[in-house]
């Protein structure tokens, strides 16, 4: 556009370098990941890389090959770790190539998945019949990708308290709730619950943490006891929350027998499967979420163990009428039309927000190219290394389980004769810190019933046994070595 007109745009002015930069990056993201192996699994930014993230604000323009040498020098190196095959901390996925090309694919197709008539908008729904699928549910079911588990739980949550609140909230709002609504969770629960509720207005106390039993799932006479106080006490039971798999330790509640005490209660029965629901599709252990099928909403996040790259959750509703009636609106605006592009259902109608972006095509793209069986496989992959883990820490003198292994999750620690709670803490904080700040690897830490605790969640594609061993190594090694330090210094 050069015969007089001054039109800008945010088009590359030179597309042929363009194209030979980016042909760049791609060649160098495919060798930043072959090589992640070779790298810490994580490190800390060095000051002068820190202060870098306060530059002021650009003004004018920067050659996209300068501002991308920057960022090669001063984010590539400083990542969390958690596409690295030693990365075990607290509940990540490890990415995957595919549905990096998915994102970066879903932005150049750019399209708005609040509605409209798109591919895009035809895929959002194939990925959400995928995962109904997957999980057993009818394929009546409605679902809305989410941000991740925490929006997911949250969108299950706000259908149950309208489904089942007795007044219309929608119109009323809380405040005219002739009773105050209970939903009950174990106490190992995720906070993602209490925060929902503080955001819908139920406040926290709505909240029950009901008792978990030695193997850290739901003691259902406590259940049934803590809903039968409520009632006795003119509250209004609404939604039990059961967790396929807790953040904790793995355990994974009776879902048949909390559906089956829902039912009988006429409860609304909610299933956190945001690290377990996906073990629907593994071979192995698929039976240990039995009656997941049977939840009137499930929270489950391909973030975790799909290993979308961040974000993808899904919240399915069994009942897409009571899912509809929550969320649906339309501003003059945004009418539905019988043709055009506005045709056909809004995916807005099902979701918190009305601009959602793309995120089906990485999990589209994944799925297609590997195969659910692949993923499956991957899940008993990664809960059979759990209990290879178990089995050498059992083995190891010095280490102790804190926790029965139930899937991928193993809470451990180092043990020294006699050493008090708050000593045991302290020197397996140090153990946890020197590994991370070395970049061998990355556990996390817990407190298991008052114990402190290491902690292993082994959800990543690229983990080998070899890994495992290594970390143990590792463990045992600074175990001994501050083991003979504090009986040198008394
Ligand atoms: C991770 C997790 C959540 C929260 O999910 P996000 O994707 O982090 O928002 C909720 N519940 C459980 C059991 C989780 O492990």
């Not at 029950?208 to 209004?236: K, T, Y």
């Not at 799909?306 to 399915?316: D, Q």
């Not at 000593?423 to 817990?446: C, H, V, W, Y």
Request: net charge negative.
């Amino acid at each position: 556009m050069t015969n007089g007109d001054s039109t800008e745009s945010l088009d590359p002015q030179d597309w042929a370098a363009t194209r030979a930069l980016a042909h760049r990056m791609v060649d160098d993201a495919i060798t930043h990941l072959r090589t992640v192996r070779d790298r810490p699994v994580w490190q800390s930014m060095p000051e002068d890389v820190r202060a870098s993230y306060h530059a002021p604000l650009p003004m004018g323009p920067m050659p996209l090959e300068r501002v991308y040498a920057e960022m090669q020098r001063n984010l590539q190196p400083y990542a969390m770790g958690n596409i690295h095959p030693r990365f075990w901390g607290w509940y990540m996925g490890a990415g995957n190539f595919t549905g990096a090309l998915g994102d970066f694919l879903a932005a150049i197709d750019g399209s708005n998945l609040g509605g409209g008539d798109t591919a895009a908008a035809a895929t959002d729904r194939q990925v959400v019949a995928w995962l109904t699928e997957m999980m057993g549910f009818p394929a009546t079911a409605s679902g809305t990708l989410t941000s991740g588990g925490s929006m997911a739980n949250m969108v299950g949550l706000t259908v149950a308290r309208n489904a089942l609140a007795g007044v219309d909230v929608r119109t009323e709002g809380i405040t005219a709730l002739p009773r105050g609504l209970r939903f009950y969770t174990s106490d190992q629960a995720h906070t993602a619950h209490q925060k929902a509720l503080e955001i819908l207005g139920l406040g926290s106390r709505s909240l029950r943490l009901v008792a978990s039993d030695e193997a850290f799932r739901m003691d259902l006479n406590a259940l049934a006891a803590a809903i039968a106080e409520d009632r006795a006490a003119g509250r209004q039971p609404v939604a039990v929350i059961a967790a396929a798999g807790t953040t904790n330790t793995g355990a994974i509640d009776d879902l048949k027998a909390i559906g089956a005490l829902c039912r009988r209660e006429g409860l609304w029965f909610h299933i956190d499967g945001c690290i377990g629901a996906l073990i629907k599709i593994a071979p192995g252990h698929r039976h240990l979420v039995d009656g997941l099928e049977q939840a009137d909403s499930v929270a489950l996040d391909p973030h975790k163990w799909m290993h979308t790259p961040f974000e993808a959750g899904c919240a399915l509703v069994r009942n897409a009428e009571l899912h509809r009636n929550t969320l649906a609106l339309h501003g003059e605006y945004l009418e539905e039309k019988p043709r055009g592009l506005a045709a056909g259902e809004f995916l807005s109608d099902y979701s918190f927000e009305l601009s959602r972006g793309f995120k089906a095509l990485k999990i589209w793209m994944s799925l297609k190219e590997q195969g659910v069986e692949k993923f499956g496989r991957l899940i008993d992959q990664n809960i059979e290394q759990g209990r290879y883990l178990t089995a050498q820490i059992a083995k190891h003198p010095r280490l102790k389980l804190m926790a029965p292994t139930s899937i991928n999750i193993v809470c451990f620690r180092y043990e020294v004769a006699g050493a008090d709670e708050a000593t045991t803490k302290a020197l397996n904080t140090e153990i946890m810190l020197r590994i991370q700040e070395a970049g061998t690897a990355m556990p996390s830490d817990t407190t298991v019933r008052g114990h402190h605790a290491l902690r292993v969640a082994i959800n990543n594609h690229r983990t080998t046994l070899a890994d495992l061993d290594l970390f143990l190594t590792e463990v045992v090694r600074h175990g001994t070595e501050l083991e003979q330090s504090m009986r040198s210094t008394g």
